[in-house]
């Protein structure tokens, strides 16, 4: 102890060759340690539970899960259940994320041009995005009520038949998705927006001087200019549609007859409705597997546009 | 650039010739364009315009006049009455507090979490750092939704279920709000920091006195956002909860909705305004920030 004592007065000039981390280190530790226990606890340990529960079979009841190997994995993915849920999330998805983003592209160009009132229609249409799900629900289910609610009023009035738009097979998932594009519309446009903004207005006079028309200037200028705006939209919301959740919970309940039953309404629906933990695990699994997937193909796409530029 | 102030004379002055035409051309053009800049506006504005009315007047109906056929437009005697149903529907008083609670606390551990984890990976050179830093970008391709079974059984374990801390706790980690301000500290000009560092201030103090103050504006928008998507959230308290007076406002107007169901449609209305309206009122005060702070951290993000 005390020959390590003795030295010290002499090593004080040499405190920077002791590498500055060791004494940041306590600080780092102490300053991440918060955020990355409640992560560990409350993000990758899930994910293993989940990929262990669905080897089991456990109705929550008791006491421990039952090993069953491949089991719940053979079932889900031989069951006709699981397609139909596939293909529901795939059309949420695709019908969803293309139409919201074709709406707020054009919406968004319209607001990048100095007219009157484009602050006020900025402001209306982003509000839904900030506003719960289940309240934009309620208003639609209450627009879409059969013979009294108004979008039937107007549907009659044009001679259709009357329909129970979220009860109906057909119609229930272009409903769903129509209140979808209602609620996210404004979001993107408003991130268009800023990505119009932010393309130089040199270009387009350069653009003009050299004789482009307005349409030339659009897919010369404006396009590729939008397009890591675009991109960076396009797997943002594919990803939340995946999560998209309360609108279908209060609308449809995922009928009729799992019509709008997308993957993690399923999860949730074999979890806390059929109390099959197991089987719930299996889907979590699978929809975090296909998350994964685009956010690899994503970062893939983005290193290769860098190293190209 | 030189290219193009070359290339400009000779080029636009052939076409000088015909300006005449060429100018009530534009004119015309100008015209249609804003004509339809103008329609493709207003029919925006209805689109989200018409909903709301409709809402708004239709927690102001009797049930006889909203289930009238064509409905009006505008109610004669307007039905206060729903909105004192509502509340007494619902314990809406207890859903309130329940919502602020869970997103000022939900908020502020969060929040909490991302700037000491943020400004540790900005500042402090420690080996192995970047790999830890990968391990927190990890968790942000772990989305809520799929993490909520184990999380449930978690919480169940504890013994939180229908409990605020229960509400609350999957909910402090943070992935996306350690990224986004490690990307603005980085930014932060390095020398005031080492000027902070030689004038002998410790990195709490660095923490508060220096990085924070010039991050306000950044500080808003998460804590914005923070606080959006928690007031909002939907699929845990619905899951974690099974009390009436444990629910958030969101699932609390849902199950007011199943229990009152189609046929008070008044009340529900009532129901569904009291829960928008403070969101509306705050977000025609934060409007600006709100929307441009989005909009600069998703392009420069």
């Given at each position: 102890m005390q020959a390590v004592r003795v030295p010290r007065p002499a090593t004080v000039p040499s405190r920077s060759a002791t590498p500055a981390w060791s004494r940041d280190l306590l600080v780092f530790l102490a300053f991440i340690t918060p955020n990355v226990v409640s992560l560990c606890v409350f993000s990758y340990w899930p994910m293993l539970r989940n990929l262990?529960?669905?080897?089991?079979?456990?109705?929550?009841?008791?006491?421990?899960?039952?090993?069953?190997?491949?089991?719940?994995?053979?079932?889900?993915?031989?069951?006709?259940?699981?397609?139909t849920v596939l293909r529901n999330t795939l059309v949420f998805t695709v019908g969803s994320v293309v139409i919201t983003i074709m709406i707020a592209l054009g919406l968004s160009l319209l607001l990048n041009q100095k007219r009157r009132g484009r602050n006020l229609v900025r402001a209306a249409m982003f509000a839904p995005a900030i506003l719960p799900g289940s309240a934009i629900a309620l208003v639609w289910t209450f627009l879409l009520a059969p013979y009294y609610g108004l979008i039937s009023q107007g549907a009659t009035a044009l001679g259709m038949p009357m329909t129970r738009w979220q009860n109906d097979p057909f119609w229930a998932m272009p409903t769903v998705i129509l209140v979808v594009i209602w609620k996210s519309t404004g979001y993107d446009a408003v991130i268009f927006l800023a990505g119009l903004q932010g393309i130089p207005r040199e270009l387009y006079e350069a653009a003009r001087v050299d004789?482009?028309?307005?349409?030339?200037?659009?897919?010369?200028?404006?396009?590729?200019?939008?397009?890591?705006?675009?991109?960076?939209?396009?797997?943002?919301?594919?990803?939340?549609?995946?999560?998209?959740?309360?609108?279908?919970?209060?609308?449809?309940?995922?009928?009729?007859?799992?019509?709008?039953?997308?993957?993690?309404?399923?999860?949730?629906?074999?979890?806390?409705?059929?109390?099959?933990?197991?089987?719930?695990?299996?889907?979590?699994?699978?929809l975090f597997g296909l998350m994964l997937a685009i956010t690899v193909v994503q970062i893939r796409m983005v290193e290769k546009r860098v190293t190209y530029e | 650039?030189?290219?193009?102030?070359?290339?400009?004379?000779?080029?636009?002055?052939?076409?000088?010739?015909?300006?005449?035409?060429?100018?009530?051309?534009?004119?015309?053009?100008?015209?249609?364009?804003?004509?339809?800049?103008?329609?493709?506006?207003?029919?925006?504005?209805?689109?989200?315009?018409?909903?709301?009315?409709?809402?708004?007047?239709?927690?102001?109906?009797?049930?006889?006049?909203?289930?009238?056929?064509?409905?009006?437009?505008?109610?004669?005697?307007?039905?206060?009455?729903?909105?004192?149903?509502?509340?007494?529907?619902?314990?809406?008083?207890?859903?309130?507090?329940?919502?602020?609670?869970?997103?000022?606390?939900?908020?502020?551990?969060?929040?909490?979490?991302?700037?000491?984890?943020?400004?540790?990976?900005?500042?402090?050179?420690?080996?192995?750092?970047?790999?830890?830093?990968?391990?927190?970008?990890?968790?942000?391709?772990?989305?809520?939704?799929?993490?909520?079974?184990?999380?449930?059984?978690?919480?169940?374990?504890?013994?939180?279920?229908?409990?605020?801390?229960?509400?609350?706790?999957?909910?402090?980690?943070?992935?996306?709000?350690?990224?986004?301000?490690?990307?603005?500290?980085?930014s932060l000009p390095r020398e005031v920091i080492e000027a902070a560092r030689v004038d002998g201030a410790g990195h709490l103090q660095i923490l508060w006195h220096v990085v924070l103050p010039l991050s306000r504006p950044v500080l808003a928008t998460l804590i914005l956002l923070t606080a959006v998507a928690r007031w909002n959230d939907f699929l845990w308290p619905l899951v974690v909860t099974s009390k009436d007076t444990m629910r958030t406002l969101p699932v609390g107007i849902f199950f007011l909705f199943t229990q009152e169901g189609t046929t008070e449609w008044g009340v529900v209305l009532a129901g569904t305004i009291i829960v928008i309206a403070p969101i509306i009122a705050l977000f025609i005060v934060v409007q600006r920030h709100l929307v441009e702070g989005i909009a600069s951290g998703a392009v420069k993000g």
């Amino acid at each position: 102890m005390q020959a390590v004592r003795v030295p010290r007065p002499a090593t004080v000039p040499s405190r920077s060759a002791t590498p500055a981390w060791s004494r940041d280190l306590l600080v780092f530790l102490a300053f991440i340690t918060p955020n990355v226990v409640s992560l560990c606890v409350f993000s990758y340990w899930p994910m293993l539970r989940n990929l262990w529960l669905s080897f089991t079979y456990w109705d929550m009841i008791a006491p421990e899960p039952l090993w069953i190997g491949l089991d719940n994995w053979i079932e889900v993915l031989t069951s006709a259940t699981f397609w139909t849920v596939l293909r529901n999330t795939l059309v949420f998805t695709v019908g969803s994320v293309v139409i919201t983003i074709m709406i707020a592209l054009g919406l968004s160009l319209l607001l990048n041009q100095k007219r009157r009132g484009r602050n006020l229609v900025r402001a209306a249409m982003f509000a839904p995005a900030i506003l719960p799900g289940s309240a934009i629900a309620l208003v639609w289910t209450f627009l879409l009520a059969p013979y009294y609610g108004l979008i039937s009023q107007g549907a009659t009035a044009l001679g259709m038949p009357m329909t129970r738009w979220q009860n109906d097979p057909f119609w229930a998932m272009p409903t769903v998705i129509l209140v979808v594009i209602w609620k996210s519309t404004g979001y993107d446009a408003v991130i268009f927006l800023a990505g119009l903004q932010g393309i130089p207005r040199e270009l387009y006079e350069a653009a003009r001087v050299d004789g482009a028309n307005a349409w030339q200037r659009f897919v010369n200028v404006t396009v590729p200019g939008l397009s890591p705006v675009a991109f960076f939209l396009t797997v943002t919301s594919i990803l939340s549609s995946f999560q998209a959740f309360d609108v279908i919970r209060v609308m449809t309940g995922g009928g009729p007859v799992y019509a709008t039953t997308t993957l993690i309404y399923q999860v949730y629906s074999e979890a806390f409705v059929g109390f099959n933990a197991g089987r719930a695990a299996t889907y979590a699994t699978i929809l975090f597997g296909l998350m994964l997937a685009i956010t690899v193909v994503q970062i893939r796409m983005v290193e290769k546009r860098v190293t190209y530029e | 650039m030189n290219s193009v102030t070359f290339a400009s004379p000779s080029r636009i002055a052939p076409k000088s010739t015909d300006l005449p035409r060429t100018t009530s051309h534009l004119w015309a053009a100008r015209l249609a364009g804003a004509l339809a800049a103008y329609l493709g506006l207003g029919l925006a504005l209805v689109i989200v315009g018409i909903p709301t009315y409709w809402v708004i007047i239709g927690a102001l109906k009797t049930n006889r006049e909203i289930y009238t056929v064509p409905s009006t437009w505008w109610p004669p005697n307007p039905a206060w009455s729903n909105f004192p149903a509502a509340w007494a529907a619902a314990p809406f008083t207890r859903m309130y507090l329940n919502s602020i609670t869970v997103t000022l606390v939900s908020t502020t551990l969060k929040l909490v979490n991302a700037t000491f984890c943020a400004y540790a990976f900005a500042y402090l050179q420690v080996p192995g750092r970047n790999l830890i830093f990968m391990f927190i970008l990890g968790a942000l391709m772990i989305p809520e939704e799929v993490t909520v079974l184990p999380n449930y059984l978690t919480v169940a374990s504890l013994g939180y279920v229908n409990s605020v801390t229960g509400l609350i706790l999957p909910t402090i980690g943070s992935a996306f709000g350690t990224f986004f301000l490690r990307q603005h500290f980085l930014s932060l000009p390095r020398e005031v920091i080492e000027a902070a560092r030689v004038d002998g201030a410790g990195h709490l103090q660095i923490l508060w006195h220096v990085v924070l103050p010039l991050s306000r504006p950044v500080l808003a928008t998460l804590i914005l956002l923070t606080a959006v998507a928690r007031w909002n959230d939907f699929l845990w308290p619905l899951v974690v909860t099974s009390k009436d007076t444990m629910r958030t406002l969101p699932v609390g107007i849902f199950f007011l909705f199943t229990q009152e169901g189609t046929t008070e449609w008044g009340v529900v209305l009532a129901g569904t305004i009291i829960v928008i309206a403070p969101i509306i009122a705050l977000f025609i005060v934060v409007q600006r920030h709100l929307v441009e702070g989005i909009a600069s951290g998703a392009v420069k993000g």
